[in-house]
């Protein structure tokens, strides 16, 4: 099942910033204020050593809090990354990236994941022309993702997103206004900046 929890409570307990909140709001400015220290009343007295195996169950939390999914759902992102000729990090990433929902996020379409897989299952996202309402249709390089139509486009929380000037599109991706197109093989390396993919493949490969 995938988590629907309080989003600051695992963002500090994996002590980083996960982008489950939004930036500049009051919950994510208290996150930042917390993020070093546990959740629970005895989150003062710091972090305990861990084992290896426990180091490998929390890249993999992160890696499925970053992405909401559920541990079966990335399990099966594994399954099938194994079955492919390759590296297995290399083409876990790849899933996970052309997740519609992270793409949508990506292009800065919207401000975190939650919200991109909200504008999705709400029918406000097209690809190729055509309404898609799930979240986790894998997109084809060419595909292009535009918004169903212009009330979707001026969503006050879509107006917000899209007016962010500093957003750095990874070079797999392409942004023209309102209309984003896959133009590339995505790779690991900004998911590699969050999670230690080597410890995920370790996880699974018990």
Known sequence: ??????????????????????????????????????????????????????????????????????????????????????????????????????????????????AARQLIVHKHIKVNGKVLGIPSCQVKINDLISFANEEAEKMPDVVKAISVKDIILPKWLERKAVVGKLIGQPNQELIEKQVNLRLVIEYFSR
């Open 1 to 114: 099942m995938r988590y629907t929890g309080p989003k600051n409570r695992i963002a500090r307990r994996e002590g980083m910033d996960l982008g489950l909140k939004t930036a500049g709001t009051k919950s994510h400015a208290s996150l930042l204020k917390k993020l070093n220290v546990l959740p629970g009343q005895h989150g003062t007295r710091g972090r305990r050593k861990v084992s290896e195996r426990g180091r490998q169950l929390r890249e993999t939390q992160k890696l499925k809090f970053i992405f909401g999914l559920s541990t079966k759902q990335l399990k099966n992102y594994f399954r099938s990354a194994v079955k492919k000729t390759g590296n297995t990090a290399l083409i876990l990433s790849e899933f996970l990236e052309r997740r519609l929902d992270n793409i949508v996020y990506r292009f800065g379409f919207s401000l975190t994941r939650p």
